[in-house]
Structure formats: structure tokens, C-alpha cells
């Protein structure tokens, strides 16, 4: 089996959106970044950690299956809002010009008919939790529709996006018990700075383009000095994490596990190269298994409570 390669830009072609999926289909699937599904696992992730460290004892795999079903459709229909609302910029960029709507194959009014089939898909998942979260989770569209805005008003849209990313870390939380306790507002203050982590990173693959038509970003605002911003924002992100735990009484698991799941964002700081575009791809991608190694850490440490 061929591995997938890149046609233009950031399209990946030979996958299994082209292999199996009708020819109809594929910029749609491609719109949601089906084939890229680095942005769900992040979306996911705070959903996951805070309904495990909200659980009494293992978390319901059910709620696991329903955030999974959500953060594939909302990160689906974020970034088809994202590209709409990008479009022109998209056009002007040489990674993003081949994308479905920049490209021709799906028009702007097309965009906004399928963005609003999987708002209603998004709506039937969420209406599965209690009515508390229900609440909590449509709180979020606050967030998600201003974000695409943000890149054009300041060089801090990652920010913005941290507050959206990790908004999961409020709903798990509400979704298991019905309310908001400190241990999910730790961890959602967590979220935002793990963000301006990686989304900084992946930021240096754009920066030339993104100086030439005008659009912001961490990346353009830190420049060299952005391995040290990374201190900053991974330890503050492992600060809160830990304040998080600390409070929802988590057991002695947790902490030698959480110290692992570190030593991989100091990995990340110490060997990224913010002028290599490849390498900050990959380092991107590797919060996937920060990713893991935190949740393993909340499961453990609940079990361990």
C-alpha cells in the first residue's frame, strides 16, 4: 500500500478518502480534514482527561465514544468555517491555495450548507449529555465563530484558540457530574497555554506567507525567541495540569506519569528546529501522544485515589 503523498500544498492524495470514497465526497471529507486527523485528536483530548478525572473510578466509555463522535464533527465543522471565513487568505498561500474552497471544488455557499449538516450532527451528539453540559457545550459557539477573525486583530489568535481547543476540559467535567468544580477550571486554564505550545509551532511552517498578506500570529510576533516562549507555556501548562490533579485528589500514580508526559514537551522544545517546516510539522503532530501519556496519567491517578 502507497503511502500518502502530497500533491499540493497540505492535500495528502492516495489515502483512503481517495481509494475508497466516492469522487463526490472528497472535498467535503477533505474540508472536515478527515485525512488529517491531528486537529480531532487535539480537540478530544481535554474532553477525555477531564471526564476521566471526573469519573469514580474507570471513565464511561460511553461519553469516550460520544466526545470522539463530537470532536470529529465539530473540529470537522470548525475548520469548514475556518476555510470559508479564510478563503481569500487561503488563495494567497501556497500551503493552503490547493484546500477545497480556495481550490473550486466546493463554492463558499456549498461550505456553509455542509457546515450547518454537521452543526445539526454536533447538536444530536451533545443532546446525549445532561441538560447542564448541553448548556456548557453550546456556550462554546461563542468561541468557535469568532476564532477564524482573531489572526486579522492580533498576533495572539492562539490564544484565542487555546480557549476554544480546550473547551472539552469544561464539558467532560460537566458531562459526568453535572457541574463545575475547581479541578475543571484548573484544567481548562491548562488548555490555552499547551495550546500557544504547539499552534505556535505549527504557526513557523506560514510565517513568510502569513508577513506578506498581512495575517498574524505567535510565530511572526515571537520569532527566534520562541523556544523560550515554550518554556513558559509548557510549564505553565504542566503547573495547572498538576494543580488540577492535586484537586480532584488524584493518587500517587498520577505524578510520575504526569513528569513522563513532561519530559515530552521538553523534548519538544529542546529538539524543535522553528526554521525547518517539516520538523515543526512533526513536532505538532507529537502532542498526539502527550496526548496519551496525560491521559494515562488522570486514569491511573483516579484509580489510584
Known amino acids: 500500500m502507497n503511502a500518502p ?14 481509494r475508497l ?15 488529517r486527523p491531528i486537529g480531532t ?9 477531564s471526564a476521566a478525572m471526573a469519573a469514580d473510578g474507570l471513565p464511561s466509555l460511553w461519553l469516550f465514544v460520544l466526545f470522539g463522535t463530537g470532536a470529529v464533527v465539530m ?36 461550505a456553509l450548507a455542509f457546515l450547518g449538516l454537521l452543526l445539526l450532527v454536533g447538536l444530536v ?7 447542564f453540559a448541553v448548556k456548557v457545550g453550546v456556550a462554546s459557539l461563542l468561541l468557535v465563530f469568532p476564532y477564524p477573525f482573531m489572526k486579522r486583530i492580533t498576533y495572539w489568535p492562539q490564544a484565542w484558540l487555546g480557549l476554544t481547543f480546550n473547551w472539552g476540559a469544561l464539558l467532560g467535567w460537566a458531562a459526568v457530574r453535572g457541574e463545575l468544580d475547581l479541578p ?9 497555554f499547551w495550546t500557544l505550545g504547539y499552534d505556535t509551532i505549527y504557526a513557523h511552517q506560514d510565517k513568510e506567507d502569513d508577513a506578506l498578506i498581512g495575517v498574524r500570529s505567535t510565530a511572526l510576533a515571537l520569532g527566534d525567541a520562541t523556544p523560550k516562549w515554550l518554556w513558559l507555556f509548557y510549564g505553565a501548562t504542566l ?11 488524584l493518587g500517587w500514580a498520577f505524578w510520575p506519569l504526569l513528569a513522563v508526559a513532561g519530559c515530552h514537551l521538553v523534548w519538544q522544545i529542546v529538539k524543535v528546529d522553528i526554521h525547518d517546516s517539516a520538523d515543526c510539522l512533526a513536532k505538532f503532530k ?10 494515562a496519567a488522570i486514569v491511573a491517578g483516579r484509580l489510584a485515589s
Open 75 to 110: 473540529r470537522g465543522a470548525g475548520c469548514t468555517f475556518n476555510d470559508w471565513a479564510d478563503r481569500d487568505f487561503d488563495g494567497r498561500v501556497a500551503r493552503t491555495a490547493s484546500r477545497p474552497i480556495p481550490s473550486g471544488e466546493v463554492s463558499p455557499t456549498q
Open 21 to 35: 470514497m466516492p469522487a463526490a465526497t472528497r472535498p467535503y471529507l477533505r474540508l472536515m480534514r478527515l485525512d
Open 41 to 49: 485528536w487535539l480537540l478530544l483530548f481535554p474532553c477525555w482527561w
Open 125 to 131: 451528539v451533545l443532546l446525549q449529555l445532561n441538560d
Open 184 to 192: 475543571a477550571l484548573l484544567l481548562y486554564a491548562a488548555g490555552p
Open 5 to 18: 503523498q502530497t500533491l499540493q500544498g497540505d492535500i495528502p492524495v492516495g489515502n483512503w478518502i481517495d
Open 286 to 295: 507529537s502532542n498526539r501522544h502527550f496526548g496519551w501519556l496525560l491521559l
Open 239 to 249: 503547573a495547572l495540569v498538576a494543580a488540577s490533579g492535586w484537586s480532584a485528589g
